[in-house]
């Protein structure tokens, strides 16, 4: 059984180019979490979802991002116009059920805006 | 706003010892509490969690206690090992969030 999947590893884009993070739950999860880690900072929430369903959208900025997990395929985190800003780790996890249990991360996405 | 606050940003304990990582958290509606540990360059990977309905829970050499009333847990792993050398994150949910609130984590080293 395959972990959550993340790709790209590294991702490098040019301010104001668009960035896209693609993220596969682990077989039989329908739950997907996307977070984001500055440098030297813990993980922040940004966005959960189900398939085909925003369900918490708190942590998300309100401009550029946004996070899709469509009936096929895995989630996309999608950022327009990066900004240097932007660089950071984002990982996406998953699980199985609703309510409280452990979330599985992926290894993550490094993004580096340059 | 940081609701769950990991005050010791490094931690260094001789191998064969105890190693005690402390979480601070100040939302009362939490209950649910977990513990990762992060590699350089990889994912968080669980380690324990425990509900709030309890204030201790172990797993092999690791043990999380809770103390509610003081709104703080801790991560004891015994004995240390140079494996455990890692980044340590505290993490809180509550019913029907489903989100994982994390503190800023600990930098644990074991040193041979």
């Known amino acids: 059984n395959a972990g959550v999947m993340q790709n790209p590893r590294h991702l490098v884009r040019r301010r104001g180019q668009e960035a896209r993070l693609r993220c596969s739950p682990m077989?039989?999860?329908?739950?997907v979490y996307w977070y984001r880690q500055l440098p030297e900072e813990g993980l922040k929430f940004m966005v959960y979802?189900?398939?085909?369903?925003?369900?918490?959208e708190s942590g998300m900025p309100k401009e550029r991002f946004s996070a899709e997990f469509p009936k096929e395929g895995p989630s996309i985190l999608r950022i327009q116009q990066v900004v240097r800003g932007d660089s950071a780790a984002y990982f996406c996890?998953?699980?199985?059920?609703?309510?409280?249990?452990?979330?599985?991360f992926g290894q993550g996405t490094r993004l580096t805006v340059v | 706003d940081q609701q769950v606050k990991q005050n010791s940003p490094s931690l260094s304990v001789q191998e064969g010892r105890i190693s005690i990582l402390n979480c601070d958290y100040t939302?009362?509606?939490?209950?649910?509490f977990l513990w990762y540990k992060k590699y350089p360059a990889e994912g968080p990977t669980f380690l324990i969690s425990?509900?709030?309905?309890?204030d201790k829970n172990e797993d092999g050499r690791f043990t999380v206690f809770l103390n509610k009333s003081a709104k703080h847990l801790s991560l004891h792993i015994v004995p240390s090992q140079p494996g455990d050398s890692a980044v340590y994150f505290c993490?809180?949910?509550?019913?029907?969030?489903?989100?994982?609130?994390f503190g800023q984590g600990t930098r644990l080293t074991i040193n041979p």
């Open positions: 996890a998953s699980s199985p059920l609703k309510g409280n249990t452990e979330a599985f």
């Open positions: 077989k039989g999860h329908s739950h």
């Open positions: 979802l189900q398939k085909e369903n925003i369900i918490d």
């Open positions: 939302n009362s509606m939490f209950d649910y």
């Open positions: 425990i509900s709030s309905i309890k």
């Open positions: 993490a809180a949910s509550f019913q029907g969030a489903q989100k994982l609130v």
